[in-house]
Nanobody, 122 residues
Framework: VQLQASGGGLVQAGDSLRLSCAAS????????MGWFRQTPGKEREFVAA????????SYEDSVQGRFTISRDNAKNAVYLHMNSLKPEDTAVYYCAAQSRVLSIKERQYDYWGQGTLVTVSS
C-alpha cells in the first residue's frame, strides 16, 4: 500500500482545511485508515481513524467536534476535514493504513504517507 497525503498549507486561526490521502492497492476498503500529526521535538500523535466501511470512527479529544474523518472507497481516498483550526493544530499530518481493527496506536499502522504540513497562524 502506498499513501500520498496532500492538502496542507498556511491558514489563519478559525479557518478550515481538508487533507486528502490517496491510496494504492485493491484492498483499500479493508484497511483501517488513520491520521496522525507531529510537531518538532514531539512524538507523533493520533488524530483520527476510520474503519474500512466508514461506519466506525475515533478522534483524539482535542479535535473531537472540529475534525471529521471520511473516506471514499471508490476513489481509494481518505479525508480529514478540519474546522475551527487553532495554532496548536500546526503540525505535519500523516495518513496511515493497517488491516486490523480500529486503533489509535501508531504501532498498529503498517503503511505511512509522506506527510503534509499544516500551519495555523494566530
Amino acid at each position: 500500500v502506498q499513501l500520498q497525503a496532500s492538502g496542507g498549507g498556511l491558514v489563519q486561526a478559525g479557518d478550515s482545511l481538508r487533507l486528502s490521502c490517496a491510496a494504492s492497492g485493491r484492498t483499500f476498503s479493508r484497511n483501517v485508515m488513520g491520521w496522525f500529526r507531529q510537531t518538532p521535538g514531539k512524538e507523533r500523535e493520533f488524530v483520527a481513524a476510520i474503519g474500512g466501511s466508514g461506519g466506525s470512527t475515533s478522534y483524539e479529544d482535542s479535535v473531537q467536534g472540529r475534525f471529521t474523518i471520511s473516506r471514499d472507497n471508490a476513489k481509494n481516498a481518505v479525508y480529514l476535514h478540519m474546522n475551527s483550526l487553532k495554532p496548536e493544530d500546526t503540525a505535519v499530518y500523516y495518513c496511515a493504513a493497517q488491516s486490523r481493527v480500529l486503533s489509535i496506536k501508531e504501532r498498529q499502522y503498517d503503511y505511512w504517507g509522506q506527510g503534509t504540513l499544516v500551519t495555523v497562524s494566530s
